[in-house]
């Protein structure tokens, strides 16, 4: 007996000598995950694109230390007339009453700008205001009044700017404005937190979800049993557990790991239907006590085996330094090993104690349907062994031609595909791109042992204007020290030193922050339209690459930071990956298959996993399905999830070929046995993933969209394409066996 079957017979005996405390020992535990759930916090912002001690997350930490320690909090501000004296007016008297606020360090609006060509003063009429507007720079007032219904003003917050955001709102609300007059925030920090909020309410919506559609789908394909919807109470005492590790752990809950839910609610689903189906079966020729046993042995260890598959499929998107992606995996790979053991334990020792017995046929008018269901399923998979060449030519040249045209699939990092396009955050953040372009620069953290130097100053001039003409149409505007020391220098450079030294002099010191942290670290911004992440990727590339060609002063050194920097590595970060991880999954999976079985036909499940890959790829492409942070991995993770039901085929298979020496017969009577149990088990398994579809972060959604489109490939994989593998593999195996 191998080590692996004398594990399951001790489960097995521990089961019926002890079912009742083996239940108590499951609730305490049950009791304590719900004591620890508290423990439990969100993670969004830059930490979910790079880890912590990645080069290009050292440098953004660099540049939010030294140019964003103050945030910006901005106020969108609808107006017919911006420049009306009475709002002018109410915006100075919000100003004192938002300054109020502890941790606000600074406002500016149009009043301020005003109060600085004015003298200080506000003019008595609308003329004069306008008059005074007029002396401004003209890219200022382009960005204080973009448009005759709109000005923008800013919030400079200093601390924790997100609990700031809340009382900044109550301030506004009972501001009093002129009639027609709306104040709405954005900012980098308003965006987090209300994705934090958002985030937190999809836990919520998506586990509702996920176990509303998983009663649905019991309740109308599992009524051939007796006691359907207990699968359901194992799957919850699994994610008690989950709940209860991350939160003991501390690990951070992100974008990603919410997308594991569903997944891993709907694979604990599925696990649970393969227990029950099989205990079910096993009553009807044996006692209570040997069911139990066969059961635990025999399905223990067949799902085992597909679990091991699906976390291989997971594991290897550890490889990526996406936390996005490792937060998925953390949470998948936790959360059905919890499904598994609460139903490995929780479900025999429950069946024991209820003295659980299957249906009788007249108490059930499914299970004829059942029965001729596995009839036709058998039929088909005959025919198919039979003529297996001609099936399988089909499915893999579909396969092929999707695997070909996978690298013409997008890949989009931006925020767009990540987050509520109706978030209002989102929204007002799209209004100000619209209006003054992205919100999103490209920023340059410069580095040198004097930036104010004239060569410097000139070095970022020749740079600048090199970049924009590069991207005449993507590129708007650049700015930094050397743009600020032209602006109050009458448009040109100074040509010596001490005029230099006097321009510098009178430059604000708030305003020279915003580009010097001191003379030997700054920072350059390149304003851009909205972009793809291909584009941004693109640009980064050319900036960085042409650093030198504008001859820097020796030691100046130019970096890529902020978000404008983490969504583009992040996309080539996906590119480098991609393929790595699916085909790394391939691999391990198959090394695993070979060496759990050391039989030949081990190879069988591979071909359906191949189909599945190559058919997603087709979807995607033909419903214009881009590839996202989570979406990246789906060849990882459909490979880990349709290798299960082709792993649970092919036990099947090799179980009845040792009483069956007729190739055809032993994969008819496999699939016959098998195929309605895997048929339930995937399709509650797609009722579960399909609470995705519920979420309204397009990048959850759209990895719904594939992943129950993924199962169902994997359904048809494992009843009509594993019967003609196992039929060539099997011939090939009579010949020389």
Known sequence: MSLLNSFYCGVSDLVLKRPAEILLVMALLFLAALIVIGNLSMESGASIYLNHDDPSMRWYTIYTDKFALEKDVVLYISAPKPLDHALITDLGILK?????????????????????????????????????????????????????????????????????LDPIQAVIADAHLPPGVTIEISGSDAFDQQMMTEMTEQIFVLI??????????????????????????????????????????????????????????????????????????????????????????????????A??????????????????????????????????????????????????????????????????YNKVLSGVAERIARAPVLVLVIVLMLAGIGMVIDDLIPIDTTEDSMVPSDMPAKVVMDKVTNLLGSQTPVELVLTGSDLTSLESLQWMDRYGAFISSVYPDEIIGYTSIATLVKEYNGGDLPSSLSQLDQVLSTIPESDKKKYLSDKTIGLMEFQTISLKAQQMSDIRKVVTDNVGWAQPPP?????????????????????????LMTNLAFLMILLFLIFAYRHF?????????????????????????DYTFITASLGAITIGVSSEYTILMMERYLEERKTTPDLIEAITKSVQKIGASVTVSGLVTAFGFSALLLSSFPIISNFGVMTVIAVLFSLIGAILIMPAVLAILGRIEDHFG
Not at 241 to 262: H, K, W
Not at 311 to 337: N, R
Not at 348 to 363: F, Q, T, V
Not at 557 to 577: H, P, Q
Request: negative net charge; aromatic residues 10%.
């Open 96 to 164: 004192k009453e938002l300054l109020r606020i502890q941790g606000v360090e600074d406002v500016q609006t149009v009043y301020d700008a005003i109060l600085l060509t004015n003298q200080g003063t506000i003019p008595a009429t609308n003329d004069e205001i306008a008059e005074a507007f007029a002396r401004l720079p003209k890219s200022d007032q382009k960005e204080i009044v973009p448009d005759s219904l709109h000005t923008l003003g800013t919030v400079v917050t200093k601390g924790d700017t997100q609990s700031l």
């Open 208 to 305: 509702l979800g996920a176990f509303i559609l998983m009663f649905i789908g019991l309740f109308v394909l599992f009524g051939s049993v007796r006691y359907r919807l207990l699968p359901l109470a194992f799957v919850m005492v699994g994610l008690a557990y989950l709940f209860g590790i991350l939160g003991a752990l501390r690990i951070p809950i992100n974008i990603g790991a919410i997308g594991g839910f569903p997944i891993l609610l709907g694979l604990g689903i599925d696990y649970a239907v393969q227990f029950q189906a099989r205990l079910d079966d096993e009553l009807k020729t044996s006692s209570l006590e040997d069911a139990i046993r066969t059961t635990i042995c025999n399905t223990g260890s067949a799902v085992l085996y």
């Open 307 to 372: 679990m091991v598959a699906t976390m291989l499929g997971f594991i290897v998107l550890f490889i990526t330094p996406l936390p996005i992606l490792t937060g998925f995996t953390f949470t998948a790979i936790i959360g059905i090993l919890c499904a598994y053991g609460a139903t490995l334990f929780g479900f025999p020792a429950l069946a024991i104690l209820i003295r659980y017995h299957p249906k009788e046929k007249s108490e059930s008018g499914g299970l004829h349907f059942f029965e001729k």
């Open 555 to 579: 030691g100046l050194s130019a970096r890529t930071s902020g978000m404008f920097e983490l969504n583009a590595i992040t996309l080539d970060d996906i590119v480098k990956f991609k393929p």
């Open 601 to 625: 036909v081990s190879i069988a499940p591979m071909v359906p996993i191949i189909c599945v890959v190559g058919w997603n790829a087709l979807v995607m492409y033909i419903f214009s399905i």
